[in-house]
């Protein structure tokens, strides 16, 4: 019932073994010398659709809800981005909740500006969140 282009998946399955990091894929690009003129991607997720049906649903990415037999001596999370780049999404984003801990805190709009955030940026004065307009 599954077709399955690549399967990657790193074990650990020795009580006596100790290992400081398990990682099931690491992907790289690296750039020594020369020049790329156009993109570096580390990774693409792509859909060649030229035919068929794609009757149940679609996802790019998908991470599972899995459950631990035992506890996480640290942070768990699903996504974690050390990466100073910002992101950028083309469509939608849903979520069930956004815990936003930087939003800057401006008197108003013209301050906000003066402070160069570009318009659409989300700031607060006391505890109204406002956006630049």
Not at 8 to 22: C, M
Not at 47 to 69: C, K, P
């Amino acid at each position: 019932s599954y077709v399955v282009g690549v399967n990657s998946k790193a074990v650990i399955d020795n009580p006596n073994a100790t290992i400081d990091f398990l990682q099931g894929q690491h992907c790289t690009i690296e750039v020594a010398d020369g020049d790329v003129t156009d993109n570096a991607m580390c990774l693409i997720l792509d859909l060649d659709h030229t035919g068929g049906n794609i009757s149940g649903d679609f996802e790019y990415l998908r991470i599972q809800n899995d459950t631990f037999d035992s506890p996480i001596g640290g942070t768990a999370r699903a996504i974690h981005s050390l990466s100073v780049f910002p992101s950028e999404f083309g469509g939608s984003i849903q979520a069930e909740n956004f815990i936003d801990t930087g939003v800057a805190e401006y008197t108003d709009n013209a301050a906000a500006i003066a402070a160069g955030l570009a318009v659409g940026t989300h700031y607060r004065t006391g505890d109204l969140l406002k956006i630049v307009h």
